[in-house]
């Protein structure tokens, strides 16, 4: 394992503080923000410093932060104080291309609904337009706007509270939710990178609401500090509610494990890594109580 750079932020430049975090802190999602000036100009831009902080109420906080490189403030936050309403619409990865020309330091008063080619609707409860291309709108109203700091690159925190949502049709379930396999959503990370949440690089974790894990601790120590399992594996297995009893380890062991306990005809250290590879392999297929068999027919409790 490599070892850790430790970084004391306050010695370093506003770029490499924004660097680092940027690079760590990631996928951040991307608020699209709609909104518009005094004079009711549409302005149109995306923020990836957002995310949702409630349901009842329903907040979600995004932040134009100050500008690093000469402490000026975006027309977004402007706007917000001037019209305390906003659209929050979200990003799919159809959207991606035309988001990032909306992205551009664009003069006031510029729409970038036109500069991007998106198509501007009217909103039901707010008067910021809606993006029609997006596939989630959130007409929000703004409840407070918090400034972090007055320097360079300081956040401008604008709480809103939802007030509609729109989601497009085709993405809902029966049930009523947004389908994730389908919804294409584009995170930011550091740098020019972005990510698709999208295909493989999605993956479903059953959490334990209905039961409380018996944690890593409670794990025999020879599988603690297996050579073979990863830090994921040992977690897949901690969530249990509870380890088999013996009866059924040993049941498993004889009808499962047989012939690998033959073929390594007493070689302890083969054996533990024999059945640790194999109980790996039970985890990757979602075979969790399989691999927990498998490993502590080693320990013979």
């Known amino acids: ?45 995306p923020f990836s410093f957002f995310n949702c902080f409630g349901s ?57 609904f036109v500069k991007a080619g998106f198509t501007p609707i009217a909103s039901e409860r707010v008067r910021p337009f809606r993006v029609k291309e997006s ?14 700091g007055d320097q360079g690159a300081a956040g401008n925190l604008v709480i809103c509270e939802v007030l509609v949502m729109h989601v497009r049709e085709d993405l809902l379930t029966p049930e009523g939710v947004i389908d994730q396999r389908r919804i294409d959503l584009v995170g930011r990370m550091g740098g020019h990178y972005y990510c698709r949440a999208n295909g493989d690089a999605l993956f479903e974790l059953a959490q334990p609401t209905k039961h409380t894990g018996i944690g890593v601790d409670a794990l025999p120590k020879d599988i603690r500090e297996s050579h073979v399992l990863t830090g994921n594996d040992l977690g897949r297995i901690a969530n249990l509610p509870a380890l088999p009893d013996e009866t059924s380890v040993n049941e498993y062991k004889l009808t499962e494990l047989a012939d690998l306990f033959i073929a390594m005809d007493g070689d302890k250290a083969a054996l533990r890594k024999a059945l640790h590879q194999r109980a790996q392999q039970l985890l990757a297929q979602d075979r969790t109580d399989e691999a927990v068999r498998t490993l502590l027919a080693f320990n013979e409790r």
């Open 1 to 45: 394992m490599s070892t850790l750079r430790t970084f004391d932020l306050a010695g370093l430049s506003i770029p490499q503080r924004h660097g680092l975090l940027l690079g760590a802190v990631g996928p951040r999602p991307i608020a699209f923000a709609s909104t518009i000036d005094a004079l009711g100009r549409p302005n149109l831009s």
């Open 56 to 112: 009842n109420p329903p907040i979600v906080v995004f932040s134009p932060a100050r500008r690093g490189r000469d402490n000026t403030t975006k027309h977004t936050l402007h706007n917000v104080r001037a019209v305390p309403e906003v659209v929050i619409n979200v990003v799919d990865f159809g959207m991606t291309q035309q988001a990032n020309v909306a992205s551009g330091e664009y003069g006031e008063g510029v729409n970038e």
């Open 135 to 148: 596939p989630a709108q959130l007409e929000c109203s703004v409840k407070q706007v918090v400034e972090t």
